[in-house]
């Protein structure tokens, strides 16, 4: 007798049942009935580990349970048994991405994510509409598709676990801080974006798969291009296929998290520049701090194998050791216009209260030869400390219009001079374990207007602020307000 039958028999008939569900709380997504509900989760989701570009790196497993916070809706979404090129089969393979991603962060970090900041239901959409993006937008995960014989026909971005990922990146970062979301910072934007390739590499490391499979194709060597270190490679073809090629893109990915490249003020860019090149431009920016985050994940990786462990253990050890301290960096780095800087020193402090400086000067040395750690004079006297928490921050955000602030030229016709601005300002004090002062981070007034004249300064020759939807950012009651990332 199918289990269906087993329960109906014990409960005489399917209403009582559902009750039971509703009853414990137990949330069936989406609402379905029952039957289908036991049909579907005896059946397995053919889920693509990658995207469709590695083939070898598809699996079937039975469909995740999930019914925890943060609570999510995947459209389409039936459970197992359907084909992968199907809406349901693209559902379920956003379903697994998305579900096992949370619950790798909420069982890594010390705070869990619990909600949303836009929306009590994060909407996930496979097939939102034809377009070559995908987006986060506080209220939904949205992944769009083409159909182009120059991509070689359908390319569908819900299809790359990197993609879906790398957009849920979005809203992890957003959940832990909020405040992210419309702060006028070209760094900030940019470590958005290197946070979300950031889970996507973590969310790929999950798999004993693909931990298997990078092991092999580099016999052990990550500094070499991998599965992991390269991004979307499906959509990096196509893009590659549709671009000029003196853009200089890469053949293969999206994007690399084997780079050389090396922070500079982001005020001083070019707004775009070859692919090869770094440009103000948040996803390529964002590039700096990810191959700094790949260089500490190589160099765990091989600290830990040379204590005797076999690579696969050593790959999923520093996984979690680089997880960790990069999640509590995220959740305390004073928010302000010197992001990357801040990102840098925090996650040394990060180290210094998780593992008792155990990589602190290695990881120094990777951010060092970077050009992300700057000195500063540190306090002659600071706040005592007197939380569990060894970090004592100054709160504040400047919610301004730069016209107010700053004199312009007379040729500058930007008119976001006179839209309010939300500028982050935050200072902080971190201590170690023995509650010392281990480091200050202060950014000044003019160092952040500074800062908030090149966003507006990129935001504005690059037609990103309307009411257009497809713009990143819009005026709302006199503020510029972030819509999305994509």
């Known amino acids: ?4 039958e087993k329960i109906i028999k014990f409960f005489n008939f399917e209403k009582k049942v559902n009750y039971m569900f509703d009853f414990f709380k137990i949330k069936l997504t989406p609402k379905i009935s029952l039957r289908s509900t036991i049909n579907v989760a005896m059946k397995k989701i053919i889920y693509v580990i990658n995207d469709p570009s590695t083939p070898e790196l598809i699996k079937e497993l039975m469909p995740p349970l999930y019914s925890e916070k943060p609570y999510l809706n995947v459209k389409g979404y039936k459970g197992g048994g359907f084909s992968r090129s199907s809406v349901e089969g693209q559902a379920a393979n956003c379903y697994v991405t998305v579900t096992n991603t949370i619950k790798l962060v909420n069982s890594t970090s010390q705070i869990k994510i619990t909600n949303w900041p836009g929306t009590s239901t994060l ?21 769009f598709f083409v159909n182009d014989p120059r991509v070689g026909g359908s390319l569908y971005t819900c299809d790359s676990a990197d993609i879906v990922a790398h957009e849920l990146g979005h809203a992890i970062l957003d959940a832990f801080r909020p405040e992210t979301w419309s702060a ?11 946070f979300g390739d950031f889970i996507a590499i973590m969310h ?5 798969e693909i931990v298997n499979y990078v092991i092999n194709e580099t016999q052990g060597n990550l500094r070499k291009n991998n599965v992991v270190s390269e991004l979307a490679e499906q959509f990096g073809v196509a893009v590659y296929k549709l671009s000029n090629p003196k853009d200089g893109r890469s053949p293969s990915s999206l994007r690399s998290a084997i780079n050389d490249f090396k922070y500079v003020n982001p005020g001083t860019l070019p707004i775009d520049a070859p692919y090869n090149q770094l440009a103000a431009e948040c996803h390529s920016f964002g590039r700096v701090f990810l191959g700094a985050l790949y260089d500490m994940l190589v160099m765990i990786y091989e600290d830990v194998k040379q204590s005797g462990k076999s690579p696969v253990d050593s790959l999923i050890e520093a996984r979690t050791t680089l997880l960790r301290y990069m999640l509590k960096t995220i959740q305390n780095a004073p928010l302000n216009v010197k992001f990357f800087n801040s990102i840098s020193k925090t996650i040394l402090w990060a180290d210094v209260t998780l593992n ?8 120094y040395e990777i951010l060092k030869n970077r050009n992300l750690i700057t000195t500063q004079l540190m306090m002659l006297s600071a706040p005592k400390c007197e939380n569990d928490n060894l970090i004592i921050k100054t709160q504040s955000c400047m919610n301004i219009k730069l016209e107010d602030k700053v004199m312009r030229n007379q040729s500058d016709d930007n008119p976001l001079y006179g839209v309010e601005l939300e500028i982050p300002t935050e200072s902080v004090y971190l201590y170690d374990k023995n509650r010392n002062l281990y480091d200050c981070l202060i950014v000044s007034e003019d160092e952040s207007l500074s800062a908030a004249i090149d966003m507006i300064k990129y935001l504005h020759v690059t037609n990103s602020v309307s009411n257009d939807s497809k713009t990143p950012f819009e005026i709302k009651d006199g503020k510029l307000v972030r819509t999305h990332f994509s």
């Not at 007798?1 to 269906?4: A, D, E, G, I, S």
Request: hydrophobic share 45%; aromatic share 14%.
């Open 1 to 4: 007798m199918f289990l269906y």
């Open 123 to 143: 909407q996930i959409i496979p097939r939102a509409g034809v377009d070559l993006n995908a987006f986060y937008d506080r209220r939904s995960l949205k992944f």
């Open 184 to 194: 006028i910072s070209l760094e900030v934007a940019s470590m958005h974006e290197a």
């Open 204 to 208: 790929a490391l999950s798999y004993e």
């Open 356 to 363: 008792n400086r155990k990589y602190h000067d290695r990881i």
